[in-house]
Structure formats: C-alpha cells, structure tokens
C-alpha cells in the first residue's frame, strides 16, 4: 500500500522534488529561500545529504528545535547521577524537562542521586534586577548543608543569566575553594545560544574539559588498577537502559567499561576516563568534542559504534575489537554467535510482519541515521529522514553509510512540512518526538517516539533489538488503525485521493 | 540470557535478573560510592524533624516546586480561541518545552510557534524576529488571530509587544486589521497561572478597547450573558465541558472565554485539526456586553477579572469549586445572576453525590490528607474534604502567595475537620517531603511528581492536579459540577480500598481483613 515501493527511483526521486516545491509554495520568497537549502531528495554517491544544517530556525515556522540548556542539562549533565545540577533561572526550563529524559541510573534519589530532582533557584523580578550571583551563593550552601552526599554541582544558566551579567564562574570558584576543592562547574548554556540543543553540548563539553579535567591532578592515583581493556561508554544517556543492554555486550567481549558518559554515570567515572584505552562514541553529535580533547590531549583513540540492529552491532563489535588483541577479537566474535539465536528468532518472528513496511524519521543528531540499520534488519525501508540539530559532519556520515537513493532529507523540519511530507507519502511508521506523535496519530500514521522510545526501551544492544521489534510491530501492526475511520464515512482516505 | 523473542523484555523487568545485577554491581567500583552506611545515616536523618527544620530555614534554593512559568498559561489560553496560534516572543527552546509538556499531559497535539530569537536579537532586539515570525505563522497555518506573549529572553531585553506589532503590520506581515492581541508574560514573576490571567487579559482588552488603538473602542450593552473562565487546568476538557453542560440545562446565554476543551481533545479519524473549537472572536468581542463574568479561578484571573469590573461587569470568582457546598454556591450564583431557576435535573444530579458520600463517607471521615497543587485547585479540594469529614493536614501551593493562605487559613478555621491543618504557600515538594516524615498523613493529593513523594514516604498518592503524566485520560473527566464530584469521590475511594486491600493481602499472615464487601 505505501506509495513509495510502487515506483522506481527515478520516479520516487522526482516524487520529492516536486512534493518539496510544493511545500516550499506556502512560504513568503525570503523563507522559501531559506528553506529550500534544507529539503533535498539523497542522490546516491554524493558526500553528503545535500542540505544546509546547523543554521538559525527561522521564526514563526513552529521548529521542532529546543535550546542549547535542552542540550547541557537535559543531554550531557543531567544524567551525572551523583552531582546536583541547577536550573538556575527562572522556574520553567528546569519544571519542563524535570524527570522526563528517562536517564536511568542505580542509587537512592535524593541521598546520593540527584537526576530526577528539579533544583532551582527559582528566580524572581529582584534577581533579574540586582544579579544572581548572591542567590546562587546560597543556595550552594542549601545543597551542601541538606545534600551532604552530592559530589559535585553544576549550574546549568538559563537564558537571563547571560543578558544580566551574572559572573557564575566567580561564585563557583569560590565556593569550590570554600568547600576543600569541591567540583562545582558553572555551564554558560543559556538558552538563545546557538541555533538548537547542539551548542548545548559544546558548550557542556567544554566546561567537562575546562573543570573537570582541568582540575584532576596528573598523577592522580586511579580508584582501582588500570587493564588494557579499558574502554569508555561516550554518548549513550541509558535511555530506558540503553547503556547497560551496551555495556554488557563490552564486557562479555572481555572489555572493561571505566566509565559512562553520561547515563547512570558518576563524577568518578568522568575523572577516571582519561586512563581508557579507548573511548567508544555512539551519540557522536553531542559528544564528538570531548573524545577529540581527549585524543589530542591525553591521547586516547576514540571509534565510533552503532548499537541499533543486529547488523550494525556485529560490525561495531568487530570495529572495538580492532583496537584490541586477538582474545577481544575472538570475544566479540564470541558474543556475535551467542547471541545469533536471539537474533534469528527476533527476525523470524517480527520481519514477516514488517516486511517492506516504510517510514520517516526525524529526530535529533544521531538517530537520524543510526536506527536505519536496525529497520532494515526487520526488512523496513527508511523513506525520508531528517535531523533536529545535525551538522553537515552528520549528513556526511548519512549519505555515506545509511540512506538510499532518492530518500527524502528535511533539516530542521517544521510542523507545516513535515505534516504535509508524511500526508502526501503516507509512511507506515514515523519516527520522531512527542510533539509530533500526536499530529501523525491523528492522521492514522502509527507513530514511535524515538527520543524516548516512547517510554519503552532499551534499543541498543541485542536485548534492545528485541524490544525495538516488537514496539515497531505492535505500532503499525495495532488493529485500531483500521478502525480510524467510521464505517459509515465512505471514502478512505478523501485527503489523499484529492491530492493525487 | 534473559532476552526472547517470544516474551520480550523492556526495562521494567530485563535488568531484575542476574546478568543486569552483576554488572551494575561490578559498575559500583568505578563510581567512587559513598559508604552504604552513611547513605543510610542520611537518608534516615532526612526524615528528622532536625532535617525539616533546616529545610524549611532554605532562603534560595527551590526542590522540586510545583508551579511552571508564565508563558506556558498564556499557550494554554490562547488555544482557547478559535484557530488561534499562540506565538511566544524569545528563544525557542522554551516553545519546546511548553509543547512537549501540554502534550505530555494531554496526550494531543500542541501547537505553537517561536519567534526564535538567538544571540544577535539578544544585542539588537528581536524586531526582525517578530516581523518575520508573524509573517510566515501567517502564511504557513493560516490562523485567524495569532496571540503573542514572551519568554524571559525578550523581557529581559525589554522587547515592546506593542510597538514590535504595530511595526511589523507596518511591514505587512500580517494584515493591518488581523488580530494580534499581546501580553507581557516575565516568567520571573508569579508562575503559569499569572500567564493565563495576563494572556486572557491582553485578549479581552485587544477586542474590548479598540485593538491597541487601531479601531473604536467596544461600546458595552449590557446583555444578560454570562462569562464563564475556566483558568488553567489540566482537567479543561471535562470540566469546561460539564460547566457548558449546566449552563444549558440553566438555559443560561453565555460565553465560555478561552474555550480549549475541543483542541485537547479532537478525535483520531485520519485528520489532524492543529485548530479546533474555541471562543469564536465574534464571542470574545461581544463577551464586552455580559452581565457579569464569573471565573472559576480566582488565583488564575485577578487581573482580567478586574478589567471586567472596570467595564461595568458583576464579577464572581470561584476558588476551583469541587463538591457539594462548592458547587451549590457556584449553581446559586449562576441561578442569582440569569435570574434563571435551576432545573429538577440539577437537583437530583446534587441528589446522587449526596447519596455517594452518605454511602462512603465512613471511609473517609476521619483520614487525615496532605494537598499540593495550584492554588485554587488546594483549596477546591480542601474544601471538598472538609465536607466529606476527612482532615486536611498539610495544604502547600509553590504558587500561592500571602492573600491565598489567608483565604485557606479562613475555610480551615470554619471546619471542626480543618483545625489540625497547616497552610504553606511558595513551598516546594522537598518541603511537603519533610512534611510527610515529620507529620504523615494517610493519603497525599497531588500531580504526578507525587509519585517520588509516595515512593520515599509511602503516603498512598491520589492523583489530581497538573500534570498528570503517568496515567492516561483522566483530563477527559469532569471534576467540577455534582457529576464532577462523584468523580473525585470515587478516585479517593479507589485508593483508599486499594491501600486496605493493600495492607490485607499477605497469605497465611492477614487473611483476615481481606474483605470481600467493603
Ligand atoms: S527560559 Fe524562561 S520563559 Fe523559557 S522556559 Fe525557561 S523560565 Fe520559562
Ligand atoms: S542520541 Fe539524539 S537525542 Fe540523544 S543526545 Fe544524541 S542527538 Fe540527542
């Protein structure tokens, strides 16, 4: 029934081009312009996707796009399970993404564990007006005096810190020498930096680099003896667990995992990191940074993974071990064929089901590409794909390695497009955010979060690929999307016919 | 491994076995952890009265408050008017945010659109934001007005609405007689509920008096219409609902202002209505005429109620009526106003949730409660179970501010039920935690974040407030009206039968108690 597996390429390619002139019609010219430069049909054998990225959203068009504090505190910091991270600001930011990213971790919340707190230091008028530099002083004192166990602090600014003049990075210098050299990492993410989440994660990065590693003395004993197996999870925020169904397929390969950046990772485990072997990248947008100081500085390599599908993760497997002697590489082959079974059956049961089914993706900076394997391995075909906050370097890795020709790429997608995208090619399955999930619901298109895994999860891994399979099935395969339409309503789809 | 295809494991039970418990105990040495003794140590000492009291000695620091800031009520107000878009002026992560957070409660669609403002706008103003940003909302989702507030970004900077869109229709980005009401919304200043009051204000008073001096001022002939304001609400949809539903069994002409029980709630039958029901702006413009505007939040509406006042309206307003008493004085009041009788109907739907509580009330007359939430919506509920014989024990609104605690001290103290009650405005949740070790309760009435609460103190959670993330469509439930107050009566039941289930259930220990009849 999808339209797309019903014609040949160069028919589908001129299919999108035309339906992108379509879409690009409603604008005032100056935007159309503008858009134009990010909506593009992938022609096969090029570098890259073909569309500008990492550029402002242009007002008013109802972006998908968040800011870069979504970035540092709701990516790269909020996940540090045992540091106590501040919304520092007014009440908002922090209240709307407080418990919400579904980072797990292991620990007792509020005694040792802080992730799914909300602290702020709740700003009012007089903040605004006189500066928050005294508040934000007293309140490092509250957290020490009533979080006794916490670690470390960060303070995560929201837009007014930076338009007020605020000097965090003197309160926090202070009082970390007030408290005996206590981490406390002032993050200058506020929101109207940059252009989306993206700047958020440099910039979080940085202030890794500037007070985290700035900080720790070389020849800082390490916690425990170092191995030649020591590797570093970089990038993966143990959504639903995802880091854990990951680092158990590393140690089962005979590696030994130092540290987790960031999902269910420790202060520790961030100052440890500089003794791996290795750092293994698998969310490369928002962590590239860090891995790179890390190679020039303290020169660790660094590879990049892809847990998402059996294929995928038999090719990143032998990729690690590459890095490592034969008993790593006779490990990872090891876990390979332990866990082809599971495999099998996963695809046997699942793949008939979803067999040629399409969909389109959007999501942030590095699913875009990474879960094309993963639907693929269950016979899916990925039509049209684009990325919240991806930069021309993530478009390259697309073109390169994941999208066929003539699949539709759309940058920082609007509401009005990607609306009009999925109505004329009518996927079987979009894949994209909560602010989307329910417009495409509403039109009959089943629908999976997937920055969330719309609560369900892990993904990544072997055990991950079994759920990610059954959660696609039970989403397009529900009964109720036959039953959308009232049987007295003729018609099917009146929408469709019309725009044909 | 504990992974098959035939019975897939996700996270709720994968990392139980052992495989997941070795490898999370072996991950333990890397993360320095603190002595399991000390984590004890702290953990019971924050159940102390000691702990509490340098809790609630916090000048500066705020743990998980229960309010959100002001632009997020002024999205919430304005969907409420036909095709409206909600246009928010200053970074777009916060529009984002406001998005993700109605939908997650809702389970719908939320739109609305930033102006996107980035560093340069922050150094130059976002003038150029507002012009193009209308311009294109205009031309891209064809909306009939296109309401404008800020986040804290464009009112830190000192952006003037005003001048922004009278400058930007100069421009042509919308034409020179589309409707863009605006409101200055500094989330820096009271919390989503000020939004609202300040968004539905800015509203009125664009139709009311002459579009920001662009057409006459409204000339007011009083009618005998009546004005209902919902406030903000995450039970909207069934409330506003059950609210127009009386006022026509009344046969009440009337207006109900920001009306967003139809765009959280539209049906999934293959279209998606980015825009649906809501004040026609016909309505809004001729709501000038009523009689009198009552409003079912007095917390959500002090300034546009005000402004009612001044245009020669009676104006009433309701602290979020649940209940008999509550919802007698509101059908009262509407039957005083239209100089309407109140139907049979009503009086027997009164009928049936006095019969309700007199069958249950031995349940709970008696259980002592802990209450947080918006403050209307405490003192709704507190009231409530004043009525049903329970003891409210600890009411706490971040949100509620010196006039709100007076207010509720007064309904307390009216109560033989209310006299062992404390009353907490611009407390947060660290604060009812202490509250709950220090001087438990037997159930706890709050949002889902009551969930921690619940965890850490098992007080038995009831979930009624903003938002409710973790349980599904309850919004689509009316909780004011008689109807209304069946519902809230039977979700308080259910907890209450769960827990003594809950406490009975232990085979060979407690077969006793595990009653069949309750
Ligand atoms: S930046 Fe300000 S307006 Fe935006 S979400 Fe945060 S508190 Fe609210
Ligand atoms: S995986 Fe996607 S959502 Fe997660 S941090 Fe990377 S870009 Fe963001």
């Known amino acids: 029934m999808s339209l797309a597996t019903t014609n040949s390429v160069a028919e589908i390619r001129a299919r999108n081009k035309e339906l992108i002139e379509e879409v690009l019609k409603v604008y005032p010219e100056k935007t159309a312009k503008r858009r134009a430069k990010h909506l593009n049909v992938h022609q096969a054998g090029k570098s890259d996707c073909g569309v500008k990225s990492n550029i402002k959203s242009i007002p008013g068009v109802m972006t998908i796009r968040g800011c870069a504090y979504a970035g540092s505190k709701g990516v790269v910091w909020g996940p540090i399970k045992d540091m106590v991270h501040i919304s520092h600001g007014p009440v908002g930011c922090g209240q709307y993404s407080w418990g919400s990213r579904r980072n797990y971790y292991v620990g007792t919340t509020g005694i040792d564990s802080f992730v799914t707190l909300q602290f702020t230091s709740d700003f009012q008028e007089k903040d605004i007006v006189f500066g928050g530099d005294k508040k934000l002083d007293k309140i490092l004192d509250e957290i020490q005096e009533l979080f006794p166990l916490n670690n470390g602090i960060t303070i995560q600014s929201e837009c007014p810190v930076g338009l007020i003049g605020d000097d965090i990075e003197a309160v926090s210098r202070a009082k970390s020498k007030e408290y005996g050299g206590k981490t406390i990492v002032p993050v200058r993410c506020e929101g109207f930096r940059g252009v989306s989440q993206s700047l958020g994660h440099h910039i979080a990065n940085d202030a890794v680099r500037d007070w985290i590693f700035g900080h720790i003395e070389a020849e800082g004993k390490p916690k425990f003896e170092p191995t030649p197996y020591d590797v570093a999870i970089i990038g993966d925020y143990n959504i639903g667990g995802d880091a854990w169904s990951s680092r158990i397929l590393l140690e089962e390969m005979g590696l030994r995992v130092i540290a987790q950046w960031s999902g269910d990772g420790s202060l520790a485990e961030l100052e440890a990191t500089p003794k791996a072997k290795l750092n293994i990248l698998h969310c490369y947008r928002s962590m590239n940074y860090i891995s790179r100081h890390m190679e020039e500085k303290f020169g660790i390599p660094w590879c990049e993974y892809n847990f998402f599908g059996p294929s995928k993760i038999a090719d990143s497997l032998r990729r690690i071990a590459g890095y490592f002697d034969d008993e790593i590489k006779e490990g990872a082959e090891r876990v390979i064929e332990k866990y082809q079974p599971l495999v099998d059956a996963v695809i046997a ?26 639907y693929e391995d269950l016979g899916m075909d990925v039509i049209g794909t684009g990325y919240e906050f991806g930069h021309n370097d993530d478009y390259q890795r697309t073109a390169q390695h994941y999208v066929k020709d003539s699949t539709l790429i759309y940058d920082d997608v609007n509401g009005y497009e990607f609306e009009r995208f999925v109505e004329k090619l009518q996927p079987d399955l979009v894949g994209s955010g909560i602010k989307e999930k329910y417009v495409f619901q509403k039109m009959s298109v089943p629908f999976r979060q997937m920055h969330s895994w719309d609560y369900s999860g892990p993904y990544h891994g072997y055990d991950g690929f079994a759920i990610f399979a059954r959660d696609m099935d039970m989403a397009v395969n529900s009964p109720i999307w036959k039953r959308t339409k009232a049987p007295w309503k003729e018609a099917p789809s009146a929408k469709l016919q019309a725009a044909e | 491994m504990p992974q098959s295809a035939e019975h897939v494991l996700d996270h709720v039970e994968l990392f139980r076995g052992p495989e997941y418990q070795q490898m999370l105990a072996k991950k333990k040495i890397f993360e320095n952890p603190r002595d399991p003794a000390e984590v004890e140590r702290i953990k019971e000492w924050t159940k102390t009265a000691e702990y509490r009291e340098k809790n609630f000695a916090r000048e500066a620091l705020a743990v998980n408050p229960a309010k959100a800031c002001q632009p997020l009520g002024a999205v919430f107000a304005s969907v409420g008017f036909e095709r409206t878009l909600p246009f928010v002026h200053g970074s777009q992560g916060c529009v984002a945010y406001y998005r993700s957070h109605l939908s997650r409660h809702f389970k719908e669609p939320s739109s609305c659109v930033s102006s996107s403002m980035t560093e340069d706008a922050a150094v130059f103003g976002g003038l150029n934001n507002m012009t193009d940003g209308l311009a294109n909302s205009y031309k891209m989702y064809k909306p009939k007005m296109i309401a404008v507030s800020t986040t804290c970004m464009a009112e830190v900077i000192g952006d003037d609405l005003n001048a922004f869109i009278k400058t930007s229709k100069e421009k042509g980005s919308v034409p020179a007689d589309f409707d863009v009401p605006f409101a200055h919304t500094p989330a820096f200043v009271g919390s989503h509920v000020t939004g609202y009051d300040n968004a539905l204000k800015g509203i009125l008073e664009h139709f009311w008096d002459g579009k920001a001096g662009t057409a006459p001022k409204l000339e007011r002939k009083p009618n005998g219409a009546i004005n209902i304001i919902g406030g903000f609400d995450g039970y909207t949809v069934g409330n506003l609902r059950e609210i127009k539903r009386i006022l026509e069994l009344m046969g009440i002409q009337h207006t109900v202002l920001a009306d967003n029980s139809e765009v959280f709630d539209t049906p999934t039958d293959g279209e998606f209505r980015m825009y649906d029901g809501g004040t026609t702006l016909k309505d809004a413009a001729n709501a ?36 008999l008493s509550a919802t007698d004085d509101f059908i009262v009041a509407l039957s005083r106003i239209s100089g309407k009788e109140i139907p049979e109907q009503l009086a027997r739907e009164r009928g049936r949730l006095v019969d309700a509580i007199a069958d249950s009330s031995a349940h709970v007359h008696g259980k002592k409660f802990a209450i947080y939430g918006d403050p209307d919506l405490c003192y709704g509920l507190a009231a409530f179970l004043l009525e049903l014989g329970a003891e409210p024990t600890h009411v706490l609104s971040t949100n509620g501010n010196k006039a709100w605690q007076e207010k509720m001290q007064a309904l307390l103290a009216s109560s033989p039920f209310g006299q062992g009650c404390q009353v907490y405005p611009g407390r947060d949740l660290w604060h009812m935690r202490s509250l709950l070790f220090t001087e438990p309760v037997d159930f706890l009435i709050g949002n889902t974040y009551g969930k921690y609460l619940e965890r850490d103190t098992a007080t038995p959670l009831i979930r009624i407030g903003f938002p409710i993330f973790d349980r599904h469509h309850h919004h689509r439930s009316p909780i004011w009206g008689y109807q209304g107050g069946l519902n809230v009566l039977v979700k308080i039941l259910d907890k209450i039968f769960d827990e003594i289930d809950n406490k009975t259930n232990i085979l060979g220990k407690t077969d006793y108690s595990f009653d069949i009849i309750r």
């Open chain 1, 349 to 374: 049961k699942y793949r008939p089901r979803l067999e040629g089914k399409t969909v389109m993706l959007y999501v942030g900076g590095l699913r875009p590409r990474h879960v094309i394997g993963a």
């Open chain 2, 288 to 323: 000038i005429h009523a009689k009198a505007t009552i409003s079912m939040q007095q917390w959500c509406t002090e300034k546009t109620l005000s402004f009612a006042a001044e245009h020669g309206q009676d104006v009433l307003s309701f602290n979020y009526p649940v209940g």
